[in-house]
């Protein structure tokens, strides 16, 4: 089934690392978080990739277009006719990777429809290019099967930020620190669509798919949650970009299922 990622944004409140290169490119020990996420859906079996860019998209180019050379040991031969053998293989050779611009200031919704030509199948996969889950992909593609509407969507808790406080007038009668989790449910990004979403997309850029299209979808009933209680975690800033670096170099990173 294929996936598409999006990878176009500015990444603003990651500044520190977005200053030099797009926000998918942020590295997780060593690899970047896009890497991370697109081996979470091949382990799942999915691997047919689409990746919407935008913002340094030049980077993520380079980076696919070098992969084998930059993850092999290799012997290359100099002169006029040069030649490069490859001793080593990796686990992504069977990997495709569709990279299509869809420009600078596009909006999610019209990032979604400039790649709609490049989705042949009734049923496709779509996540950001910024947050990590140990959720069952193939799972939540059976409960999108299973109630018929346009599009699903994976619910999660997010961590707790903040300590809270319990009080009676202004007496604190109980205080919790950090809690491990919150107890809304958010949307955690992931998704599985039907090929109906396109009509849903608007004419233009400008459409951000949060807003308009999912509001419809919800309206119509269209729009499903698929329940995750376990890990996830978005990389929104630095502090955040620190944990999950953190949680990969004491191997304790829930999202490597690989």
């Known amino acids: 089934m294929k996936v598409v990622i999006l990878c176009g944004g500015l990444g603003t409140r990651l500044r520190e690392e977005t200053e030099f290169r797009p926000k998918p490119m942020v590295p997780i020990g060593g690899r970047p978080i896009l890497w991370h996420i697109m081996k979470i859906y091949a382990q799942h079996g999915h691997k047919e990739f689409i990746l919407c860019l935008g913002y340094k998209g030049e980077i993520i180019k380079d980076y696919f277009r070098n992969y084998q050379w930059n993850t092999s040991d290799v012997t290359l031969r100099l002169g006029r006719v040069p030649e490069i053998r490859y001793h080593t293989q990796h686990d992504e050779e069977d990997w495709t990777v569709t990279l299509v611009d869809t420009g600078l200031e596009t909006q999610t919704g019209g990032r979604l429809r400039r790649v709609m030509p490049y989705i042949d199948s009734d049923t496709f996969l779509m996540t950001y290019g910024d947050g990590l889950t140990n959720s069952n992909i193939n799972e939540t593609i059976r409960f999108h099967e299973q109630h018929g ?57 400008s459409c951000i798919l949060e807003h308009e299209p999912f509001q419809r979808l919800a309206a119509e009933g269209q729009l499903r949650a698929y329940l995750h209680t376990g890990f996830w975690q978005c990389m929104d800033t630095f502090r955040e970009a620190e944990l999950l670096n953190k949680m990969w170099k004491t191997g304790q990173a829930p999202w490597k299922i690989w």
Request: proline share 4%; aromatic share 12%; glycine share 12%.
């Open 149 to 205: 509407a346009i599009a699903t969507l994976t619910a999660v808790q997010p961590s707790g930020r903040f300590g809270r406080l319990a009080l009676e007038g202004d007496k604190i009668v109980l205080f919790h620190e950090k809690p491990e989790k919150e107890s809304g449910f958010i949307s955690g990004g992931f998704f599985v669509f039907n090929r109906a979403i396109e009509k849903y997309l608007g004419e233009d850029d």
